[in-house]
């Protein structure tokens, strides 16, 4: 078998109208209380998705050190982030939520319950084990389920991003995508019918669900924080689903892009151009985001979602001592030790 591609997710895009404030629910309901960068900065490469101009915003990259993918809070400082102008339903084409994993589903639904005013739903029973949905301050819908890959749990009620739930027109279409994308990928099921367990608001309506998984293997740098990738994807049968962004741009309110770890960038780059999925942005070089830098690209699924895929080159490993790391150098494989990752949490935001 070659070598994979993709590591994990390394982060979900959260777009918003006030960075801080945003980060401030996240770190104290769902524990990202580490930053990796916090930047403010234009955004030259992503004209083709902000409406031809260049765009100045704010991104600050989180993470939770129980492990799994971060988040990337995005908010324009040149203009303000737009809503949708329309309820986003379970099926509408874009991520519809995101699935965090928490060691202890029923711990985790009353620390939610006890720490966020807004709604929670009930414990439910999944099409996979037992979990419960959200919705954080901003309107978007989050899932709270069981995963089997943990970097550490001790003081964690919620741990890191475990995958996410897609809405897709078509989803064998989108499955061949995803499956190219980040071979090797198992279907844990493919289910249609009426689901309880959704969070929306057409009574009866019938979808397909589909939960794809890539499986934890020690490759790469952060292979050990980020874990196994859980992608649902739910394709409504009853209604024509609309798509998250249309008439928006990338960064405007919502969640904006899933990205993953990528270990080989020429590779991937050459695989998907021949499996016809090319790139729409790729930096090429190294970019530099405040104290990280990388080569980060785009390329959208079969629907228009936007996957980004990053290629880390620099990390900060603990910013206080001025301790970066060159992956470069070291090798972007290797998986880092868990001591240097623990390190990395040593300069978590405490709140008083």
């Known amino acids: 078998m070659s070598a994979p591609l993709i590591s994990g997710i390394q982060q979900v895009g959260i777009g918003c109208q006030n960075v801080p404030e945003t980060w401030k629910w996240y770190r104290q309901v769902l524990g990202f209380d580490v930053p990796i960068f916090d930047e403010k900065a234009d955004a030259p490469l992503m004209t083709p998705y902000t409406g031809g101009k260049v765009q100045s915003r704010q991104a600050a990259l989180v993470l939770n050190m129980a492990g799994g993918g971060g988040l990337e809070i ?24 995101i699935r965090f994993k928490a060691p202890d589903v029923k711990k985790a639904h009353e620390w939610v319950k006890n720490h966020s005013k807004e709604a929670t739903g009930p414990l439910v029973q999944l099409p996979e084990g037992e979990g419960f949905w959200g919705t954080d301050p901003y309107g978007n819908v989050f899932q709270i389920t069981s995963d089997a890959t943990w970097f ?24 061949v995508f995803y499956q190219n994308l980040l071979q090797p990928l198992n279907v844990v099921y493919d289910k249609t019918g ?40 739910v394709q409504a049968i009853d209604r024509t689903p609309k798509k998250i962004f249309e008439n928006r ?7 904006i892009h899933l990205c993953f770890d990528t270990l080989d960038m020429d590779a991937l780059k050459t695989k998907l151009q021949s499996q016809g999925y090319p790139f729409t942005i790729d930096s090429e070089s190294s970019f530099g985001m405040e104290n990280a830098a990388g080569r980060f690209a785009y390329l ?23 301790w970066f790391l060159d992956l470069q150098k070291r090798g972007l494989r290797k998986p880092l030790p868990n001591w240097m990752l623990k390190a990395m949490g040593l300069g978590k935001v405490k709140d008083k």
């Open 74 to 97: 995005w908010s324009f400082t040149s203009r303000v982030s737009q809503p949708a102008n329309f309820k986003v339903e379970i099926g509408d084409l874009g991520i519809n939520a």
């Open 152 to 175: 550490q749990t001790k003081g964690k009620n919620v741990g890191g991003v475990a995958g996410v739930v897609i809405g897709v027109s078509d989803i064998d279409k989108a499955a």
């Open 194 to 233: 009426v689901f309880e367990d959704l969070p929306t608001s057409i009574p009866g309506q019938r979808f397909r669900r589909m939960l794809l998984r890539k499986s934890f293997t020690p490759d790469g740098a952060f292979s050990r924080l980020l874990g196994d990738v859980q992608i649902e994807l």
């Open 249 to 255: 741009f990338w960064g405007d309110c919502g969640y």
């Open 300 to 322: 959208e699924d079969p629907d228009g979602t936007l996957i980004e895929l990053v290629e880390t080159h620099k990390v900060p490993i603990l910013k206080k001592l001025g």
